[in-house]
């Protein structure tokens, strides 16, 4: 795949579509116009909604190679940057020359949906927490380390569970001798084929069918200061 640098350099993606976002800055806001989507440079970015009550659903995370925000009408969720993140905005299209890449764009948010529902409908803890570091390390075409930047509270956000439950889950994994943790925001898996095992057979058929994430090498001076 042709890198950003030279889709950059040759007017493919002007540099006044492309973003950078600081650490828990908010890209849109629920109930904002989607009259555009985003393509992930580099980061991690959440989607959540807010329900009537003040309960926050976290419907997704994305990382680079990712889309996000391929809505029409009012946007149902809200984006925020889990760690700085450079993004390309893409305007939304209603059928001229960009509808083909909107298009896939939708291929792959949806994509991403089938991904959470897939994980919201393991039976326990430990079958949506084993499946959801299966499909961030598949996702992320991680080697060694898988990053885990966002926090234990958005992860068990997204897999309908409590803090608690997620931190003694991963807990257990690592008395197990599956996983490892580097740090806070850092696991290695030791036996993915254990973790399939919990996860279920239906998971492994699935995690195997997903692909990797595109990667787009980074353009100079894309990366923004701690």
Known sequence: ?????????????????ILKFRKGEI?????????????????????CHFHI???RQLTGFFYQGDVFGVEYGLRDSAAEAVTNAVLARRPASSGGPDAPGQNRALERALDS???CIFLLGRRNANERVAAFLLI?????????????????????DH??????TVSRTISGFVRQGLIELDGPQSCRLLDPGGLRAIAGEE??????????MPMRR?????ELGA
Request: proline share 6%; glycine share 16%.
């Open 1 to 17: 795949m042709q890198g950003l640098s030279a889709e950059v350099r040759g007017g493919a993606i002007p540099q006044d579509t």
């Open 27 to 47: 890209i849109f806001s629920q109930g904002d116009p989607g009259d555009c989507w985003f393509e992930v440079i580099s980061g991690t970015v959440r989607t």
């Open 113 to 115: 949906a089938n991904q």
């Open 53 to 55: 009550d003040g309960h």
């Open 136 to 156: 961030a390390a598949k996702r992320l075409s991680a080697i060694g380390s898988v990053p885990l930047p966002m926090t234990r509270g958005d992860i068990a």
């Open 159 to 164: 897999l309908g569970l409590t803090i608690h």
């Open 203 to 212: 998971a492994g058929v699935a995690i195997g069918k997903m692909g990797a």
């Open 218 to 222: 980074p353009f100079a001076g894309q």
